[in-house]
DNA sequence: AGCATCATGTAACTTGTTACATGATTGT
DNA sequence: ACAATCATGTAACAAGTTACATGATGCT
């Protein structure tokens, strides 16, 4: 299963990267769908190196700094990520700690509780937010003329992004209302 | 953090229940938002049981059947509960799969691709029939004239669940169209 | 005969999170 | 002076998954 090992590749059939580029991404652009550490990321590489999916195109070395590893995807590497790709695999669930909260919501205060919510409908609309301006970023770099710009697909995860915070914002409106 | 933990708690303050019973509820009941194994709920409440948030109330013994351990809540767990109910926590991300592989749909032939995702729409639309199934039988139980019944509680959870199907499959079918 | 359910639990393994370590540069 | 950023990586721990073990009943 692990599928870091498949968003590394994901990133990677896109563009070289480094290690800390793929973190980075991680952690802003594929989503933030996904969070990961340097210790997931760095010893997967490796091992990607190791199994020929990934190879190393370059070390950037400046004096002052680290050296910066740039990886390349191989053609095994595509090859596995497309079967990975259309491999069939089953509807997920949510397993979200503030629905769980919101499961307790009969046991607290009426007003701690909306408190509670409008602070969580907060901090989505920032998210939704970031993944509208996300979307509109990669909208005007788009080409349309291309019918398989990668630039289509990230949009259409991101606007999952946004869907899905519009959603989560509304429900907790209602939420509120009910109490 | 350790979510199953309050997952155990949120099932007991509601009635009395055994480790089993705990599993299946998660597994069925509450979303599914989560899913749990034995290994994680059994020795949870062993350790609920030491904190003394929870006591167990009895033991069902069926000579041909292994005891059957019925644990309540105590005072303390239901407090313990609602403290973490209200402590502040950040909006989470949503980890899917699936969102992953459509983020390399442009690699992919667009045929190949429309199963894979007609495949997990299918999916997701049982999904949906659960939940909705589920409503409306909790709404059926539902005294509206308790201002703090449980169960409204529970069908705002599962709401969340429909809606959240709802938009999964839309999304699906305008991906579809997109390819 | 063989598998699913009830009911407890343990063991082995894979993932994911948090923190640490190094060390120069750039921004406040 | 102090924190953040770049860039690699390791270590320790927490959480989650899969499989196993027992053993009777009941269904196909």
């Not at 070289?16 to 590489?45: A, C, H, T």
């Not at 995807?73 to 990975?84: C, H, Y």
């Not at 629905?99 to 919501?105: E, G, I, P, V, W």
């Amino acid at each position: 299963m692990s599928s870091i090992r498949y968003a590394v590749l994901s990133l990677l059939a896109r563009e070289p990267l480094s290690g800390y580029d793929i973190k980075q991404y991680m952690n802003n652009r594929i989503g933030p769908f996904w969070k990961v550490g340097s210790n997931q990321v760095y010893p997967e590489l490796a091992k990607l190196e190791e199994e020929g999916l990934v190879k190393l195109q370059g070390v950037e070395q400046l004096t002052y700094r680290p050296a910066r590893k740039l990886y390349e995807i191989t053609d095994a590497g595509r090859e596995a990520l497309v079967l990975w790709t259309l491999e069939p695999g089953g509807a997920e669930n949510v397993r979200d700690d503030f629905l769980l909260k919101a499961y307790n919501s009969w046991l607290v205060e009426p007003e701690k509780m909306k408190a509670q919510i409008a602070e969580i409908k907060k901090q989505h609309e920032k998210k939704l937010a970031v993944y509208q301006a996300k979307v509109e970023e990669l909208a005007a770099q788009l080409d349309p003329s291309d019918r398989s710009d990668p630039l289509a697909s990230s949009i259409s995860v991101v606007e999952f992004g946004v869907e899905y915070e519009r959603l989560y914002i509304a429900w907790c409106e209602r939420l509120m209302k009910k109490l």
